[in-house]
């Protein structure tokens, strides 16, 4: 790990650094050409930063290089994390709150104007932000409006039930996958408990204590998988990896499947897919009928500051991190990824002509604001649960086992929850003693 960290030294940066001025590394794992405009807008608008962004492959192995580099005293200035590693992040006293960063560097800012689904996920009890919201997303359910109309469906559906006759309908009409998904428990899971407003761990997921313990075995979650289930029986929802395209997200974008959930980071590469073949659009996530519906969770990645840099670098993090929070390059990160703007500034330079170029992005933009808008409780704050990454692989390899007849729903969520349990529990022993921030 040490090895791989230091293998970094040699990466070529977006650009050369000038010479008179402070430079430090961003390290990002997410929305490359976008990253790499927003880095080169930033450079050449002034010239006492240079920011040096450096690409890596995927979230998971961003992390683990930056500890490690941390660990080598030759960590990044700055660092792109994405959601499921933010307990293990805050607990492991390498970063700085970016509020404390912005403070330092007599920066004013208004914290508060950031949409509270965006804020809640990234910051303590007490709400001070440790990461700043940057390329946030949140899942909702995409048709295939033409594969829809054929079928008799004159109206998206909006609860789990719809769903079920919607798919019944499409099978009806010779369509082979209906609806598809990767069993990822970021869509089948926590953006589902979030939406329907119910607990994924106790502790309010975590946020009051490390001794929390799954309880997504319980309740609503269970019938979820269960439907899901005898969908698939009934040849009515297709595994990810059994459709013809191998991918969920490919299955949709070739008209091969007429339903996924996906983030609303994926909305430009299915309209670029779609355009002048198919009549798509997207709506909220399904709820159980009879239930309320409640905030789902934002997903992508905040920025957080490493320790271990001097006054001079921080100033420097903090002019590039207001640089990034200005309306007008949300604006350029929805227009380039399809994420979300993450301040009600955002939002209102949005809904005042900021995407008037873009009316098609603008309608999922605020659809997935307004996902992240709706009410919320103590359980759809977000998540803080250790070792929660590894976790995510727990959970879907149990759950497919019930789609190869291995196991029943309640036996494979009550086995994912034990094994989950003791992940859990190795964690809180790790930091025996540590106070939730």
């Known amino acids: 790990m040490f090895a791989a960290a ?21 390290w990002y794992a997410a929305g490359q050409r976008a990253v790499e405009a927003q880095c080169n807008d930033f450079n050449a608008s002034q010239s006492q930063y240079h920011v040096n962004c450096v690409y890596q492959d995927s979230y998971e192995s961003l992390f683990q290089k930056a500890i490690a580099a941390y660990r080598a005293n030759r ?11 933010t307990l293990d992040l805050l607990l492991s006293n390498a970063v700085i709150p970016v509020t404390k960063i912005a403070a330092d560097a007599g920066q004013k800012v208004d914290w508060n104007d950031y949409i509270s689904g965006a804020k809640s996920y990234y910051a303590t009890r007490s709400g001070e932000l440790y ?34 006759e919607a798919a019944k309908k499409l099978k009806a009409s010779g369509v082979a996958c209906a609806l598809t998904s990767d069993l990822h428990p970021w869509r089948v899971m926590e953006e589902f408990s979030a ?25 609503l979650e269970v019938q979820l998988i269960t439907d899901l289930a005898d969908w698939h029986k009934q040849g009515m929802f297709t595994l990810s990896r059994e459709t013809k395209a191998g991918d969920y997200r490919n299955a949709f974008n070739s008209q091969e499947c007429a339903m996924i959930l996906n983030s609303t980071g994926g909305y430009t590469d299915t309209a670029l897919a779609l355009k002048g073949k ?3 659009s997207v709506h909220l996530l399904p709820i159980f009928a009879g239930t309320k519906r409640y905030n789902t969770f934002v997903g992508g990645a905040a920025l957080y500051a490493m320790k271990g ?75 803080r649960l250790g070792f ?35 992940m859990l529990k190795r964690f809180a022993a790790t930091y025996a003693g540590a106070k939730m921030p």
């Open 278 to 280: 198919a009549a798509f």
């Open 131 to 164: 990461g700043q919201p940057y390329n946030s997303s949140t899942l909702v359910f995409y048709t295939n409006d033409d594969m829809l109309k054929k079928a008799g469906i004159t109206k998206a559906p909006e609860t789990w039930e719809e769903v079920g």
């Open 75 to 85: 960590q990044p200035a700055l660092v792109q994390f994405f959601d499921g590693g």
């Open 6 to 26: 230091a293998a970094f030294a040699g990466t070529l940066a977006l650009g050369a650094p000038a010479q008179a001025a402070t430079n430090f590394d961003f």
């Open 309 to 383: 840099f001097d006054a001079k670098t921080y100033k420097a993090v903090a002019a590039f991190l207001a640089f990034l929070r200005s309306p007008e390059q949300q604006m350029q990160m929805v227009i380039n990824t399809g994420y979300l703007p993450v301040t009600k500034s955002g939002v209102k330079l949005m809904e005042n002509g900021g995407l008037a170029n873009y009316p098609e992005r603008k309608k999922a933009a605020e659809l997935g604001v307004e996902s992240l808008n709706f009410p919320g409780n103590a359980d759809t704050r977000g998540i």
């Open 195 to 219: 939406a329907e407003g119910i607990p994924i761990a106790s502790e309010h997921n975590g946020y009051d204590g490390l001794d929390a313990k799954y309880v997504f075995n319980k309740g």
């Open 388 to 422: 929660f990454v590894q976790f995510r692989e727990v959970f879907r390899a149990e759950i497919t086992k019930v789609f190869s007849g291995e196991s029943t729903p309640q036996q494979a969520l009550d086995a994912a929850a034990a094994r989950g349990d003791e």
